[in-house]
């Protein structure tokens, strides 16, 4: 399709991306048989109809128990390279990817297990492919602030491994206001901060992320459309938005991706970015998320231009590795 080698060509930044989200069925199956571990499922086609969700909580808790196949620093590395390999072949130039230590601290695996396995593959990724990688740890909102800050202190020895921190899970009845204490001393340590927020759970959370957490970006957003005036905020301070269009359809929160908020609030001048979540969960990596939205929301090629763009600037990149990207991009917009 014209469209998908167009938008493969453009330099991108993923920037919302679970690697534990981007587990394939195939590997998952491998992972449990290699640690002679029983899943509830009788083949890959079994888990495939597994897939099927009807909100977010339906979602986390099959997405949790595919993660209690990763055991050893080899089992991370193969996630993580596998993830690697399909965003370089999407044309992704930087990403920064999210993890979740409290699925895997919890079942008594080591930081040290997840942490060696991630940096292996980013390693040799750099080297094979010269991805830009930074790795996003986030607290899981389901568990206690106390769990959330016992973890930070945690991940001491890891710290110049990390870009930054952010917060996911179960977001109604666990507002971001809550975790303001660890996201206090990850700003302290001189981290950037993230956080889900208003995917399921009200504007209010929104603001709360940016007001009490002072996050840099907002994953997901989508609901900050119910409060114009939260709209013009983000508008006004270019606070970008991880948007995750298939992960939306997949859990509901718009009915049809023709529905979804992402060309009305661009058109607002919102910073909207377009990313894939949970791609082996959603039925699409970053590349189909984009063919997908151009599709359904009837995006124009400069659309397509300005969402690269604004990927690049939302990155947390340095000024150097954001120049040479938008450079690349401007001699393709121009062509
Ligand atoms: N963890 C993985 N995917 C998530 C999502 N879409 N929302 C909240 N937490 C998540
Ligand atoms: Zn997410």
Redo the contacts with the bound molecule.
């Keep these: 399709m014209e469209n998908e080698s167009f938008i493969r060509s453009l330099p991108k930044a993923e920037l919302h991306v679970?690697i534990?989200?981007t587990l394939e069925p195939e590997l998952m199956f491998a992972l449990a048989a290699r640690n002679d571990i029983a899943l509830p499922f009788a083949s890959v086609e079994d888990i495939r109809v597994a897939f099927r969700f009807s909100n977010?909580q339906s979602?986390?808790d099959i997405?949790y128990q595919g993660a209690q196949v990763l055991i050893t620093e080899q089992d991370f590395y193969d996630m993580m390279m596998a993830y690697l390999e399909r965003a370089n072949a999407d044309g992704v130039r930087r990403t920064e990817i999210f993890f979740?230590p409290q699925t895997h601290t919890e079942r008594g695996i080591d930081f040290a297990t997840f942490m060696n396995g991630f940096s292996s593959a980013i390693d040799d990724a750099t080297t094979r492919w010269g991805l830009s990688v930074g790795l996003i740890m986030c607290f899981l909102r389901h568990l206690s602030p106390d769990d959330a800050l016992a973890t930070w202190h945690q991940s001491e020895p890891f710290r110049d491994q990390l870009l930054g921190i952010g917060l996911?899970?179960s977001?109604i009845g666990n507002p971001p206001e809550l975790f303001s204490e660890p996201f206090r001393l990850a700003r302290e340590a001189g981290l950037h901060v993230v956080a889900?927020a208003g995917?399921e759970g009200p504007p209010s959370f929104i603001a709360g992320a940016i007001d009490e957490l002072h996050a840099e970006r907002i994953d997901?957003g989508v609901r900050c459309e119910d409060d114009p005036a939260l709209v013009e905020r983000l508008a006004a301070l270019q606070i970008p938005l991880t948007m995750?269009p298939l992960?939306n359809i997949k859990?509901k929160v718009f009915e049809d991706l023709s529905d979804h908020s992402l060309k009305r609030l661009l058109d607002q001048g919102v910073m909207v970015t377009i990313n894939s979540?949970?791609p082996s969960y959603f039925g699409g990596y970053v590349l189909a998320n984009y063919v997908a939205v151009a599709q359904a929301l009837d995006l124009t090629r400069d659309d397509l231009i300005t969402l690269a763009r604004n990927s690049i600037e939302a990155s947390f990149l340095d000024d150097a590795g954001k120049a040479t990207l938008l450079a690349e991009l401007a001699t393709i917009a121009a062509a």
């Design positions: 679970h534990e989200g977010l979602f986390l997405y979740d996911d899970s977001e889900h995917e997901h995750c992960s859990l979540d949970d």
